[in-house]
């Protein structure tokens, strides 16, 4: 069956400009996890979702970055005013989530480049 | 504060050989490790998935243990190739939310 997509594959944006990242989760999968990957960084978590709800926003940067998930499939990342630290790979990786367990395998997606000039 | 720790950073080999990629992880609390592929400019791709009570896992030619008493795992390739050549990357997941913290991969290059 079809993994996790996520669009665009790569956005250049110039710095101070709005830029928003998809992804579309594995069907039937109720968690779903956004993470970046910057040059020489390693993985970095952002936030999760269990159905639509996020209940853990800490992990996000700044608070230009926002994240929604509607009809507990489709999540969307928000930047705000985007500032050249934001250049990165955003991952995004879902898992069952089944009957509220968070530690299944998670399955990634080919990520967003985002470079912001 | 978990840390996820893997060595070496970097392996070169000839075809053929086996060999042994190291993690590490300072919190022994975890429910699962998870062992990933990165191909340059691509996601991550699921090799293995041990959860807290297993002892290994096994898929082809690539063998994953872990000790969670004393926060180790490796991943073991048999028969290396070519296209084996990627960062293989470790993570464990003990968050309360589920999320993976990840070490900063091995990059395996596997000479013809």
């Known amino acids: 069956g079809a993994g996790v997509s996520q669009s665009p594959s790569n956005k250049v944006t110039e710095k101070g400009k709005d830029v928003e990242l998809r992804c579309d989760p594995i069907?039937?999968?109720?968690?779903l996890y956004w993470y970046r990957q910057s040059l020489g960084q390693g993985l970095e978590f952002l936030i999760y979702?269990?159905?639509?709800?996020?209940?853990?926003k800490s992990g996000l940067p700044s608070d230009r970055f926002s994240a929604e998930r509607t009809g507990g499939s489709v999540s969307t990342l928000t930047i705000q005013r985007t500032q050249q630290e934001d250049s990165a790979v955003y991952l995004c990786?879902?898992?069952?989530?089944?009957?509220?367990?968070?530690?299944?395998?998670?399955?990634f997606g080919p990520g967003t480049r985002l470079t912001v000039l | 504060k978990q840390e996820v720790t893997q060595i070496p950073a970097a392996l070169s080999v000839p075809e053929g050989e086996n060999l042994v990629l190291n993690c590490s992880f300072t919190?022994?609390?975890?429910?699962?490790l998870q062992w990933f592929r990165q191909d340059p400019g691509k996601g991550l791709t699921s090799l293995l998935l041990?959860?807290?009570?297993?002892r290994e896992q096994t898929s082809g030619r690539l063998n994953a243990s872990l000790d969670k008493s004393s926060g180790r795992s490796t991943l073991y390739i048999a028969a290396s190739q070519p296209g084996d050549s990627a960062t293989y990357l470790c993570?464990?997941?003990?968050?309360?939310?589920?999320?993976?913290?990840f070490g900063k991969g091995t990059k395996l290059s596997v000479k013809p």
């Open positions: 990786a879902s898992s069952l989530g089944v009957g509220g367990r968070l530690y299944n395998e998670q399955f």
């Open positions: 069907s039937g999968h109720t968690a």
């Open positions: 979702f269990q159905g639509n709800s996020a209940p853990d």
């Open positions: 919190d022994s609390a975890i429910y699962n």
């Open positions: 041990i959860q807290s009570s297993q």
């Open positions: 993570a464990v997941n003990g968050g309360s939310q589920g999320n993976l913290i």
